[in-house]
């Protein structure tokens, strides 16, 4: 069963920084390229990075650019987000979302909630 | 950067009706369409991927069509358990990655 399982959010203060993990399990993560994706409270959905199978190409949504930096370790089956200079507007529920073969964004874990606030 | 709108934003449905829900890309997406259902306090889940592919385990009822820029999910007789926000999601020309604002299908 493919599992993927988020953590390191919580409180931090506007300019602060935090790191999430996701932990993956029940498949090759090797393989699939991964994404982070957010949800601030109430909002719809908001890619925000993307990353290769193999680190090849790493994208970022313009409203995090330059201050999150997403990175995998293969070998420990896991899916990182730096994230610095955060501000109250980075506040949302924060999804590491596998891509499949052909599917986009075909497992998701449970999300981790960051709020940015003094 | 690819906008797209999803309407109605809400919609009023009873249990065994039909829900069409529509997506419609700022520029043509060709198939590259999917749909995600998420309900409170869960994780979005993959419904449609490539316009009319239904994911691994999603019931028939669910169906998706369309290409280039107008796109439809339907729900051909819904069950208490669709009730829930559903998103599109292009991947045609990116970055970005986008989805549109959701549609909630309530009771």
């Known amino acids: 069963e493919v599992q993927l399982v988020e953590s390191g959010g919580g409180l931090v203060q506007p300019g602060g920084s935090l790191r999430l993990s996701c932990a993956a399990s029940g498949f090759t993560f090797s393989s699939h390229e991964m994404n982070w994706v957010r949800q601030a409270p109430g909002k719809g959905l908001e890619w925000i990075s993307y990353i290769g199978s193999n680190e090849s190409s790493i994208f970022y949504a313009d409203s995090v650019k330059g201050r999150f930096t997403i990175s995998r370790d293969n070998a420990k089956n896991s899916l990182f987000l730096q994230m610095s200079s955060l501000r109250v507007e980075d506040t949302a529920v924060y999804y590491c979302?596998?891509?499949?073969?052909?599917?986009?964004?075909?497992?998701w874990g449970q999300g981790t909630r960051v709020t940015v606030s003094s | 950067e690819i906008v797209l709108t999803q309407s109605p934003a809400t919609l009023s449905l009873s249990p065994g009706e039909r829900a069409t829900l529509s997506c419609r890309a700022s520029q043509s997406v060709s198939i590259y369409l999917s749909w995600y259902q998420q309900k409170p306090g869960q994780a979005p889940r993959l419904l449609i991927y490539d316009a009319s592919n239904r994911a691994t385990g999603i019931p028939a009822r669910f169906s998706g069509s369309g290409s280039e820029t107008d796109f439809t999910l339907t729900i051909s007789r819904l069950e208490p358990e669709d009730f829930a926000v559903y998103y599109c999601h292009q991947r045609s020309n990116w970055p970005p990655l986008t989805f549109g604002g959701g549609t909630k299908v309530e009771i």
């Open positions: 979302a596998r891509d499949g073969l052909w599917e986009p964004f075909d497992s």
